[in-house]
């Protein structure tokens, strides 16, 4: 085996190619291989050099994505073979990302590895609309909660903890799990008429936004036509939306 | 009055300069002002061109910081003179970034505005040190809390909500504060032992860390030379620091 090549886990951002960091552009710009997923946008996958091996994990030959494990070998194999990876994953490989359990088997693998953080989904949608995550009054803290699980299983979460009317709540992949989460949140205390902002595919040119509240967004989500990925921000201040709208510029 | 400028709040990420987004380049590169606080990298305001302004609120004459209400009317007089304005902020506008008391007087007075997202420190310690925000199976849920509080007045959070342990907590501005935090999170049934990182200077070259518990911070960090701003990532994720780490690359 000659030289052992380095695995860097790469956040794409939310959306917007620009969103991208300047550490991450580099990077992609100057890999051997790029292993990427999905939602990786199509004028991040250009910058990838043309000599560059390409490594779409986001769907096999049969529709599936490409289950982790497999993911995790494919990081160390190119490695092992001396090859410079770039690991791209959409948002932030540390928020959602599972980019933990790719470094856990570098690290066992004995591959260097490192990771840059990219924008999640969160601040794209939070940035695009006008509608801050934190704000002095209004929300002192702000949480970032996974909405997804497993078909057969219910969502289970520490309701309790979650309905504090000063954070700020963005459920990430929660369209399958709105109702539930709506439901829940008021049942332990928090007022039907909450501010929630639903934001379709943010930071990009198909941007789609929905501003409801916790009493009527499941009923709204659903005679709206927004598509997947959606995020929900509950909490006070997704009813600045429209003040600070007003003024707004998209760049 | 001739035509109207605009205002865009950029983020300028954590501290590593290549952490700024392309879009935040590209903006700075072509600004007319920029208005900038103390935490923005030197390499960074480096990319201003020369004959844009430069605005300096971290520092007044009298070595105090421009109170917010005095930026706020900064950004709405440069951009009624028809200079297209860039306000620089460390980290993310929207995260404890005072970003939306400024939008909010922007659309009040008329002037068009946008917000350009920016890596937040959290991120910026999560990636640098190998240590995930959540991780299946520790940390299904992340959330950011502002440990400042007013020198007259008791830190008030909701600690029953913030002692989950599958939720991962991140304390900025927390320096002052961490015996508080500490002990309250224990009082509200988080273990001692629960791991802590505190990490001062994410993403440049004088970063710290230091690996505590949280029965022990309080002691640690001042036994420590970690120099403000630290802040602290609080959970079960913090534990797998040293098993990452083994494998880790600064880049």
Same mark, same amino acid.
């Given at each position: 085996m000659g030289n052992i090549g380095t695995v860097t886990l790469v956040g794409a951002g939310p959306g917007d190619p620009e969103l991208l960091t300047l550490k991450a552009a580099r990077l992609i710009g100057s890999a051997d291989v790029v292993v990427y997923d999905r939602l990786v946008a199509a004028e991040i996958l250009a910058m990838i050099p043309p000599e560059a091996e390409r490594v779409n994990v986001g769907k096999s030959t049969h529709h599936h994505p490409v289950p982790q494990e497999e993911i995790n070998e494919i990081l160390v194999r190119y490695a092992q073979a001396g090859r410079n990876v770039v690991r791209l994953k959409g948002g932030d490989p540390f928020i959602f990302g599972r980019g933990c359990e790719e470094t856990a088997r570098l690290a066992e693998a004995g591959v260097p590895f &490192? %990771? %840059?953080? =990219?924008?999640? #989904? &969160?601040?794209g949608?939070? &940035?695009s609309t006008g509608v801050p995550l934190t704000?002095? =009054?209004?929300?002192?803290?702000?949480?970032?909660?996974t909405g997804h699980?497993? &078909?057969?299983e219910m969502l289970d979460l520490d309701w309790a903890g979650l309905a504090d009317p000063e954070t700020t709540l963005v459920f990430y992949m929660g369209k399958a799990t709105i109702r539930l989460i709506a439901t829940q949140l008021m049942a332990h205390g928090?007022? =039907?008429s909450?501010? %929630?902002?639903a934001v379709a595919s943010a930071t990009t040119a198909q941007e789609q936004r929905l501003d409801s509240r916790l009493d009527r967004i499941e009923g709204d989500l659903a005679r709206s036509d927004l598509e997947s990925p959606v995020i929900f921000i509950v909490g006070a201040? #997704? =009813?600045l939306s429209g003040r600070t709208s007003a003024g707004c510029l998209c760049t």
């Amino acid at each position: 085996m000659g030289n052992i090549g380095t695995v860097t886990l790469v956040g794409a951002g939310p959306g917007d190619p620009e969103l991208l960091t300047l550490k991450a552009a580099r990077l992609i710009g100057s890999a051997d291989v790029v292993v990427y997923d999905r939602l990786v946008a199509a004028e991040i996958l250009a910058m990838i050099p043309p000599e560059a091996e390409r490594v779409n994990v986001g769907k096999s030959t049969h529709h599936h994505p490409v289950p982790q494990e497999e993911i995790n070998e494919i990081l160390v194999r190119y490695a092992q073979a001396g090859r410079n990876v770039v690991r791209l994953k959409g948002g932030d490989p540390f928020i959602f990302g599972r980019g933990c359990e790719e470094t856990a088997r570098l690290a066992e693998a004995g591959v260097p590895f &490192a %990771v %840059v953080p =990219g924008i999640t #989904a &969160a601040q794209g949608a939070s &940035a695009s609309t006008g509608v801050p995550l934190t704000h002095r =009054g209004l929300a002192r803290s702000v949480r970032y909660i996974t909405g997804h699980c497993k &078909a057969d299983e219910m969502l289970d979460l520490d309701w309790a903890g979650l309905a504090d009317p000063e954070t700020t709540l963005v459920f990430y992949m929660g369209k399958a799990t709105i109702r539930l989460i709506a439901t829940q949140l008021m049942a332990h205390g928090l007022e =039907g008429s909450t501010p %929630v902002m639903a934001v379709a595919s943010a930071t990009t040119a198909q941007e789609q936004r929905l501003d409801s509240r916790l009493d009527r967004i499941e009923g709204d989500l659903a005679r709206s036509d927004l598509e997947s990925p959606v995020i929900f921000i509950v909490g006070a201040v #997704a =009813g600045l939306s429209g003040r600070t709208s007003a003024g707004c510029l998209c760049t």
